[in-house]
């Protein structure tokens, strides 16, 4: 089994900043890739972006293309996400999650493993 724990999350005004963080133990293993994903109120999860597991495929969401950058430091079992330009619709808890078969980056099912999530409020 795998835990992931995320961190760096907070509120800052739009066009501001942050970045997350995901630390991966367990039996993490090879697995295929690690995603980002985002729940706001009243909303169904949606997938912000992922990185394939020797972090040399990335790929984002349209609302977030071009703000947002994954990253991923496999020797530290650790994944980032890089929020720039921020804006009040950014507002959600966002989950770091573990895939560990091949599958389909922007699907919830198929990811194994789920962080416990961390709040970003983005305030106009």
């Known amino acids: 089994q795998v835990q992931l724990v995320e961190s760096g999350g907070g509120s800052v005004q739009a066009g501001g900043s942050l970045r997350l963080s995901c630390s991966a133990s367990?039996?993490?293993?090879?697995?295929?890739?690690m995603g980002w994903f985002r729940q706001a109120p009243g909303k169904e999860r949606e997938w912000v972006a992922a990185i394939s597991w020797a972090g040399t495929s990335t790929g984002y969401a349209d609302s977030v293309k071009g703000r947002f950058t994954i990253s991923r430091d496999s020797a530290k079992d650790a994944m980032y996400l890089q929020m720039n330009s921020l804006k009040p619709e950014d507002t959600a808890v966002y989950y770091c999650a573990w895939q560990k078969y091949y599958g389909s980056w922007t699907k919830v099912h198929d990811y194994a493993s789920w962080g416990q999530g961390t709040q970003v409020t983005v305030s106009s």
């Open positions: 367990g039996r993490t293993g090879n697995g295929y890739g």
